[in-house]
Structure formats: C-alpha cells, structure tokens
C-alpha cells in the first residue's frame, strides 16, 4: 500500500475508533459511514465493514449481531482514551484561532497553543485527501466597509485587562483621547471585551460612574491591577447593551426615522434592512422608509455614506444636523487652482 493511501487509512479508522460507543446497541456501519463522510472521508458502507472488521483484531471491540442492522461498540470496561483531535476540533480550533485571539484570555491562550498547533498539522497532513481540512482556505469574514488595519495593541495592557475581566477587579489605566495631547488616568470597572471591526474596546464605567463607555485598547499607554472589587452597572446586560446601540456609540435612545430614498438603496434595504421593524414603501419614482432604531454615530456614518440615495426626513434635528455636515464636506471640495504654464 503506497505510503500516502496507508496515512488516508489510518487518520480514517482513527476518527473511527473515536466514534465508536461503549456500550449497546452500538453504532452501525451505516452510521459510521454517515459520520466519516461528515468529517470529509471519501468512504463507502462497505470499506467501514472491511474496518472494523480489521480493528477489531488489534482493539476490543464488540458486535451486537443478535439484531439487524449489526451496532458496533467497545467492549465493556475496555473503551480507549483516545488522543488526538477530530478534524471538525480542528477545524473549530483553527477558526478559534483566526477569529477570537483577541477575545480570549491570556491564560487561555497559553493552555490553547499546543493545541492550535496540532490542528494546524493534522488540516496539514489531511489538506490532499480530504476536502473538508481545507476548509478553512475557503472561508472569509469581511465587514461591508472601507477595510482599516488593526490599530497596535499593547499585550501587557491585554493581558492585564483579560485578568482583571476574570478577578472581576478594578483598574488604573493611563488613556489618552483623540486629539488629546496627554494621557489621562482612569480608575475602570471592566465589563466586557468588545471587537468592532479592527478595533478592540473595553466596555466599562470610570470611577463610580455608572454610565457605560467604550475604551479603545491601542489608546491605554500603561495599566495597573488594583485589588478594588469593580463596580458593576445593575442590570447590566451586554447582549442588551449591544442591541441598544452602545457598540455603536450610541446613548441607549431610539430614534423614529424617516428617509426618502432611490430605487437601488431601497431594493438593498428590502434585503438588508435597517431594522426588524422597518417599513418601506413607494413614494414617487423613491420610497419612504421609516424604522425605530438606537440613535448612534453609526447611523449618522451610514446615512453619509449614502448621502447621494438618501434624504433625511426626520427627526428634524437629525436632518438639520445631516444638512451641516454636507455643507461643511461640500467645502472641502471647492475648485482646485487652474495650474499655469
């Protein structure tokens, strides 16, 4: 047997092994088959017979032939602790990986490495027999917006904020605002780690505050741990948080809006839209579309950037405050000088 079909054969009867039960009734090949083509295996009913009946030579397994369809399963007492990772566990490390290194704690990742990296050789190993370890080449996550490169995060200051998460435990931290020329130093209730876009934020209240902010990471230049308990908004919900705007720099108010639009913004809102409660109808050769949604700067982004499809109708501040900022853009773009020979 050619020395790449023999390593196909032992990575399949490997996840095979791991699938089998301890006990009856058992799984049956018909089951098992089902199950190593969901992991990618190229496998038939057949070979899986042919499988298990080689394994069962080496390895205590059992057959419930007393009923059809025959279950298979580790004799009692003998079932093996298996090492190794499942290719859906690697693929999901992977991902992990990729996705949510930010987001994980630092003693977290720590424990997790050795296991990134055997995932990483077994998608390696399995990538020219099985489809399925490639999976990760296919997939991408992009966000609908002009692409930004992640701001420098300092990964003391990370780890710091990751720990004082977990202790649930106050922190001084040295933070400077845009625009600002020093830092200013903040005493801060951790709550949450929050990743928008490229950017990582600390949602948290400041001293005995209780209104909740968002802190960028790449803005803190020095933290320090304190042992003070952290204030805690009550109620404080983060799922809620984010449904209500925060994540968008919002107050936590609705807004009743009112846009009049073109056809092709209205037939991308008819896909996508605004909110679960928006309605859209014709108006003329536009329509008018009206949603309640939280009331944030991302809202305001949004309508700038479809400044040429869409008309603010309300509220009246907000369109008086969009008609400005136009204006104000507009003069950005004055003529350039005519250069002369």
């Not at 032992?10 to 009856?24: D, F, I, V």
């Not at 977290?108 to 990538?127: C, I, N, P, S, V």
């Not at 109620?235 to 807004?255: M, P, S, V």
């Amino acid at each position: 047997m050619p020395a790449e079909e023999n390593k196909n054969t032992l990575a399949r009867q490997w996840e095979m092994l791991k699938m089998l039960p301890s006990r009856r009734p058992g799984i049956t090949a018909r089951e098992l088959s089902e199950r190593l083509q969901s992991e990618g295996f190229n496998v038939s009913k057949r070979t899986v017979e042919r499988d298990l009946q080689s394994l069962s030579a080496t390895f205590p397994l059992s057959c419930n032939d007393q009923s059809t369809p025959f279950g298979w399963y580790f004799a009692p007492g003998c079932h093996l602790d298996l090492p190794g990772l499942t290719l859906s566990e690697a693929l999901t490390l992977k991902l992990v990986e990729q996705y949510l290194t930010p987001l994980l704690p630092g003693t977290m990742m720590a424990t997790l490495g050795a296991h990134f990296e055997q995932a990483a050789r077994k998608l390696d190993d399995m990538a020219d027999s099985n489809p399925a370890a490639r999976w990760t080449e296919k997939i991408r996550s992009v966000l609908p917006s002009q692409p930004l490169l992640s701001p420098t995060v300092d990964a003391d200051i990370l780890r710091g904020l990751q720990e004082a998460l977990l202790r649930e435990r106050q922190v001084e931290v040295h933070y400077r605002k845009p625009g600002a020329r020093e830092n200013a130093v903040y005493a801060l209730n951790p709550l949450a780690l929050l990743q928008r876009g490229p950017v990582t934020y600390l949602v948290a209240t400041a001293f005995t505050y209780s209104d909740v902010r968002l802190y960028a990471l790449h803005r803190m230049h020095a933290l320090t741990g304190l042992e003070s308990a952290a204030l805690r908004p009550e109620g404080f919900d983060l799922d809620a948080y984010i449904r209500q705007g925060g994540a968008n720099f919002g107050g936590g108010t609705e807004i009743e809006l009112r846009l009049r639009v073109d056809a092709k913004l209205a037939a991308f809102l008819a896909e996508a839209p605004l909110a679960e409660n928006m309605r859209l109808r014709p108006d003329g050769d536009r329509h008018l579309v009206e949603a309640t949604l939280p009331d944030t700067w991302q809202l305001r982004w949004w309508i700038l950037s479809q400044a040429e499809q869409a008309e603010v109708l309300e509220p009246p501040s907000l369109r008086e405050e969009i008609r400005l900022r136009l204006a104000s853009a507009l003069g950005n773009y004055a003529p350039l000088p005519t250069a002369t020979a």
